[in-house]
Structures are given as structure tokens and as C-alpha cells.
């Protein structure tokens, strides 16, 4: 009975894609609605760790990530003149060994393309383009998803994947007002051929310095090298990741930093620097109605310094598609499903919002002092990294 439901997705994202592959391999009907007239993601970069990669590796998707990704062989943490390292976590075999997948670095739109490719590959009429939703109506008889153009679908169960500025959010929970957190995050990616040979290892590096840091690491095999700087602001942008801003407004914000920060600034395309305001949204509690649910950024936006929004969205995707072959009770579905999900979600947002603080403290010698207090390798091991939503044991419905 279960299996006959028709679940209609409100967006076509990292999300909605990957909720609809799990939702389909679980024998559900599913349809997706993406306001965009193509499906595309942006020129930015994206990493994910093991706990999601899992998830896309069940939908089969192994061999084609590996000829999209970079995977780097540890992180490290340093100070932003002198490259000091403050701390380091192992990454290549040594995460797939103990996570049971390895951590992978994506151009996002490589990624999309995949998930994309293999949604083509399920059912051409997957996802339909150009489709803005605008509301819902619910009753006992199922749930009816209202469009821009004034067309309606009709399902059983609604997946609001439509991220930060969600509208099916907006109806199950009031409009969330964002909360500028006071940072901005600069945004650029440079070709490797464009920088000096051998310029650095396949690491990932956080560097953290008074008021901003930066994380910078290899995409596409390693044919690019991503660069993201977090900078207190108190001028606000826009919320997006298409909004331009000056280079020389970005090098002046790294003005002091290290040399190889200099050298990717520069080999960066001037008229290519995009910058981001980001914004705290106050955690809901209650993301489902009887018939309506969230996931990824519209159920739980985080600040991205965990790097972890992404591999929520797609851990969510597959612990819904098994809570809804949970119960014959569609509510009880979407409880089990929002109960599984919710203080993990919460743990990762407000650890996330913890380290806007951590890695912006006010001279060298307090960021010593406080990365000497912390483990961050031993703390984000076993719960982030090895989490199995294709296993972990499902929460009871109350
Ligand atoms: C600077 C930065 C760096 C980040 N780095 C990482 C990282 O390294 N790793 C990681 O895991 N996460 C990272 N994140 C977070 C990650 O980008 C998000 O968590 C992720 O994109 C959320 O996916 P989603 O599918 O929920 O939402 P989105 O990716 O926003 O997708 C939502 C989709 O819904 C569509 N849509 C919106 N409204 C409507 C509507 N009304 N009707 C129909 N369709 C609609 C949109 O067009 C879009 O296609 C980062 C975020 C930022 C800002």
C-alpha cells in the first residue's frame, strides 16, 4: 500500500534530487517541481564526507563521482600569515577506512549533473522544469501542490526541498525573518594551471584569522582549486551565490595574509568574485504538517562552516524515503521521519554557528589558545562522519 504512494518535491536541488532517487528506489511514485527553467548549480565548490557520500554511492553513483571529484588526504587548520598548522585531520584512505566512504571534493555543477543524468535515467518525466511553487492545499484525501501559473498537481504526501527562502516552509512554519549574521563569504575558483607548479598539496586548509577565515581546496580531479573567504562585514550583500562584487574589494579584505592566499587572489578572475551575506535562520521545531514535510536548507539552513548543509539534505532524502515505508499513516510517516532527523540536524546547525566564533577570534594567540583546547578531528569523527541513514535506527513516531 505504502509503496503506491505519489510524492510530489517542491525544488530540484542537491536535495530534491537525491530525496527523489532514494524515494524511487524505495517503489514510490515521485514527481519533482524546479522553479528553474534548466537544472543547474552554480560555479562553486562543494565538499561531502563520508555520511553522504554513502547515501549517493547506494543510488549507485560510485564510479561516476570518482571521475567528477578531487579527494584530498587531510585537512588542515592554519594560522592565516604564517601557515602555522594548528591542527590537522586525516582525509583520504584514512576517512573511507573508518567512515565506510571516502570525503570528496565537487564542482557543484559536476554534481548536479549526475544526480541530474541519473534522474534522466530512472524516468525522463522525473522533473519538471520551470515549475515555481507557491502553496498547498492538504485535506484527508491527499495534498494539492499550487504553481506560478496557476496549475496544480495533485499527490499523496509534499517534500518542500526548496531551500533557505523556502515557500512550502513558509506555509507549514510562518515566514522565518534570516538574522544577517554579520559575515560575508567570498566566493572564487581558479583553474590550477593557473597557478604556480606544484603551489600545494591535495589538502583542504582552513585559515583562520582575526575577523575572517578562509578554506581552500581542489575540485574536478584537481583541475581547479576553490577558494571561499568568510569576512566580518558590516555591510550587508545579498543572500545568493550569483551576486558580483569587486577583486579589489576581496583583496583588500586578505590584505596581511599569507602569500599563496595572494597568489590564488590574483590568478583569480577579476570580473568572477561573487560574494555571499550569510544569514542565521532560527531553527524550527516543527517541520511536517499531515501531509507536508521539509528537507535540506528549508528545514534546517545552516551557516556552511561545518560543511555539512549539503550532506543534511542528502541524509535526509534517505531516511524519508525508509521512514515512509514505515507505517501505512502518513502522518505517523513524516513524524518518524522529522523525529529521526531533528536533533542531529540541530547539532550540526549550532556547531556550525559556533565555529563563526572559533575561527574569527581576535589575534594569533587566542586562535592558539583555543585550537590547543580542541580535538576538532576526534570531534567531528564517529557521529558526524560515520552516520549511515541508510541503517541508523528510525525514531519512534511520539
Ligand atoms: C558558501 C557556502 C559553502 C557551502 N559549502 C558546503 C559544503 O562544502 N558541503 C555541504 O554539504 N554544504 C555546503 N553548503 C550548504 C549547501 O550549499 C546547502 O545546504 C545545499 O545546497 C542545500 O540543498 P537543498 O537542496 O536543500 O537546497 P538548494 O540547493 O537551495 O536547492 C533548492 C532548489 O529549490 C528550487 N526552488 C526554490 N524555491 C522554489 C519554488 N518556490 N518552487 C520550485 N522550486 C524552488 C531552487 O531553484 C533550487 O533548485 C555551503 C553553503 C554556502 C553558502
Redesign the pocket.
Known sequence: MAEKRKILI???????ITAALCLVRAGFEVQV????NE?G?VG?????SAN?IRVLEYLGLREKLAEIAAQPIRYEFKIFDTAEVLQKIPLGDTHSKKHGAPYL?FH?ADLLAVLVQKAHDVSPSLVHLG????GFDEDEQGVTLKFSDGTTEHGDILIG???????VRAQIAGDTVPEYTGQV?W?VMVPTSDLPKDFMELITEIWVGPGKHAVVYFLRRGELLNF?GAVDHAEWSEEG?TVKYPWSDMKKDFEGWHPNIQTILDAADHDMCFR?A?NNRPPIKNWSTDRATL????AH??L?YM???????IEDGAVLARALKASDDVNECLQIYQNSRIERTTKIVNESSANKKLFHLNSTQELKAAFAKRDISSERSNWLFSYDALNEKLSPSI
Do not use: H, N, Y
Open positions: 517542491a525544488g530540484g536541488g542537491i536535495g530534491g517541481f524546479e522553479q528553474a537544472l548549480e562553486a565548490g562543494i565538499q561531502l553522504a571534493q557543484r515549475k515555481t511553487v507557491t526541498a526548496d531551500g533557505i527562502k523556502s515557500a563569504a566566493r571561499v551565490w555571499w550569510l528537507l535540506g536548507d528549508a539552513a545552516t556552511p560543511a555539512q548543509g549539503a550532506a543534511m539534505a
